[in-house]
């Protein structure tokens, strides 16, 4: 019966290289594809921050009406946000009856007035501010006006009737209640050394960082004129400004492995909203 032969040395050593340069080949393989993970989701992260500013201020900006923007730098600006509107019925000791459409009652209820605005007769939109909404329903006062005015409800909506200080509307004027609003990018809590988007509501002085991070790169330009000729400043006459051009570059909350920064993801979009009516 004959030896079985072994491997020589020879052969040994070819296979733990041929085994040697798979093995690194394999590791080079997943590292790839494990930088390739970390950069896609780094891009995701900077992409949802990005988009969700955007979805959170758009709705409101676009609701402004002449007059709406307050103040302008190109890290903030404040706004009037309507939130509420209605109908101004009867004047009742030195106050103005409102009565209120049926509307959003989960924004109502979280909303606190800055002030309220009427429409007059010109279809100027006039401001009061600071002004007080009472907290007594009063809406079948309604009725007492000339004609008499029926204060409306809905599914999830009662019939709201309130007191704003202030006799200026005349009956059957169109009114809305706002809040002063301020969005800015400024430095993050959350993420120390980082941006954040934060939305101020001036009337009670509550802040939220809504979205972080966000590079430093982010900024509000304005939209001026009937041309919407682009600046970078606000003009000195905000009724001029029609909309605003919104410089969103989201990061991602780590450095992807590999890379030496956070991923961004750099989003440009213009808002425009009826700050002036006019030419």
């Known amino acids: 019966m004959s030896a079985r032969r072994g491997f020589s040395l020879a052969e040994l050593a070819v296979a733990l290289l041929l085994a040697g340069i798979i093995g690194l080949a394999l590791a080079r393989l997943v590292i790839s594809q494990a930088r390739f993970v970390a950069g896609q989701d780094g891009m995701l992260q900077a992409r949802s921050a990005a988009r969700a500013a955007l979805n959170v201020m758009s709705g409101e900006l676009r609701a402004i009406t002449p007059g709406g923007l307050v103040a302008a730098t190109p890290d903030s600006i404040t706004v009037r946000v309507p939130y509420a509107f209605g109908v101004a019925c009867v004047a009742a000791l030195g106050n103005t009856v409102v009565s209120l459409l049926p509307g959003d009652s989960a924004i109502y209820r979280s909303a606190t007035a800055s002030g309220y605005a009427w429409r007059d007769s010109t279809g100027t939109w006039r401001f009061v501010t600071p002004a007080t909404v009472g907290t007594l329903n009063v809406f079948p006062l309604c009725l007492l006006a000339t004609p008499p005015i029926t204060t409306l409800s809905a599914t999830g909506w009662s019939a709201k009737g309130f007191a704003v200080s202030g006799t200026a509307p005349s009956s059957g004027s169109l009114v809305y209640l706002y809040q002063r609003i301020t969005y800015a990018f400024a430095p993050s809590t959350t993420l120390p050394g980082r941006k954040a988007l ?25 939209l001026v004129g009937s041309r919407l000729t682009v600046r970078t400043t606000a003009p000195s006459v905000l009724d001029s400004v029609r909309g605003v051009r919104v410089r969103l570059v989201g990061q991602s909350e780590l450095t992807p492995e590999g890379k030496t920064a956070p991923s961004r993801f750099d989003l440009v979009t213009s808002i425009l909203f009826r700050n002036n009516a006019g030419p």
């Open 198 to 222: 934060w939305r101020r509501v001036l009337s009670t002085g509550v802040s939220d960082e809504l979205v972080t991070p966000f590079d430093t790169g982010s900024s509000f330009a304005f």
